[in-house]
């Protein structure tokens, strides 16, 4: 079925302001006019879209579902117009990332300094999410690429490459010191408080197999909605966690925290970036997805 893209673009501003006058002044049209493709539109996909009320426009269940759509396609368009009419002067663009906590501080914020010192004028939009939402929202089309830290399920049309790898250490406030002198066995340290990531991230499904696999019963007495949060409870003696030791050095270097060696290993972990393989990404967003893919965890490239 054929629709005028005329009448996308006067439902895309009616949905935005959720006012008819608003959304004619917007396209430069009229009041009338927007009214009529409105009812057209209506007409040819055969549902009501709008509710109009004595206190404006709203959406029916029908027309929230068109409208997520069209606002993606709407961003999508008035991204591409930006960089054609930027494009003039090299390296201009917008380029919109999701990453994880760890995926931040561990790869994205180092490499990023050096490709703005290539490309000062390249804007960069950074989503911090967990990984589950960032798959989401990459689906949705309102990302370019994302970096993420494994486990993950990667859907059949994204594309994965592994950036750089990492470990995780537990660790403790000084509180705990006894506990590094020798390796400690997950049983003996039940009864200790844990910090960990809440339920709905990656983390937290990591690290609740992993007890599962030792045969052991461990839930978080503190949960943290990022990594980075876990680091300054540890050192405050709230409880033991698991961090990625290159975010613990300074703190392990500065004696405010100790790692406590475990007879069994821990799960190794990487960072990954994924992308959708059947979309277009603006020139800048290719451009900066190319440059992680080829520098290493210590900034040099391949």
Not at 19 to 33: D, F, L, W, Y
Not at 240 to 263: D, Q, S, W
Request: proline share 4%; glycine share 6%; hydrophobic share 40%.
């Amino acid at each position: 079925m054929d629709i005028n893209f005329e009448y996308y673009k006067a439902f895309y501003y009616v949905g935005k302001y959720k006012n008819i006058t608003k959304a004619a002044a917007a396209m430069g049209s009229n009041q009338p006019n927007v009214t009529r493709i409105m009812k057209l539109l209506e007409s040819a996909l055969k549902c009501n879209l709008l509710i109009r009320g004595a206190r404006g426009i709203s959406l029916t269940k029908e027309g929230e579902r068109l409208y997520a759509h069209v606002e993606i396609a709407f961003e999508h368009l008035q991204t591409a117009q930006d960089e054609i009419y930027n494009h003039a002067a090299s390296g201009t663009g917008t380029v919109t990332v999701g990453a994880t906590e760890t995926a931040l501080h561990l790869y994205l914020l180092d490499t990023l300094q050096e490709f703005k010192r290539l490309y000062p004028r390249a804007r960069v939009i950074i989503h911090n999410y967990t990984t589950p939402y960032i798959m989401q929202t990459l689906a949705s089309g309102r990302l370019d690429f994302a970096l993420l830290t494994t486990p993950f399920e990667l859907p059949q049309s994204f594309s994965c490459k592994e950036l750089f790898s990492f470990q995780e250490i537990l660790a403790g406030g000084t509180y705990y010191r006894s506990l590094c002198r020798q390796k400690q066995d997950l049983h003996d340290l039940t009864d200790i408080p844990w910090i960990g990531l809440g339920s709905g991230t990656a983390t937290y499904e990591l690290y609740k197999n992993f007890f599962l696999k030792e045969h052991v019963k461990i839930e978080p007495d503190m949960e943290v909605a990022t990594s980075d949060l876990l680091l300054p409870l540890i050192e405050n003696n709230l409880g033991i966690g698991f961090v990625p030791e290159r975010m613990a050095k300074t703190l392990l270097n500065e004696k405010k925290i100790v790692e406590i060696p475990l007879n069994c290993k821990t799960p190794s972990r990487s960072i990954c970036i994924v992308y959708d393989k059947g979309r277009g990404r603006g020139a800048i967003a290719d451009e900066l997805r190319r440059y992680l893919m080829g520098v290493r965890a210590n900034g040099h490239r391949y």
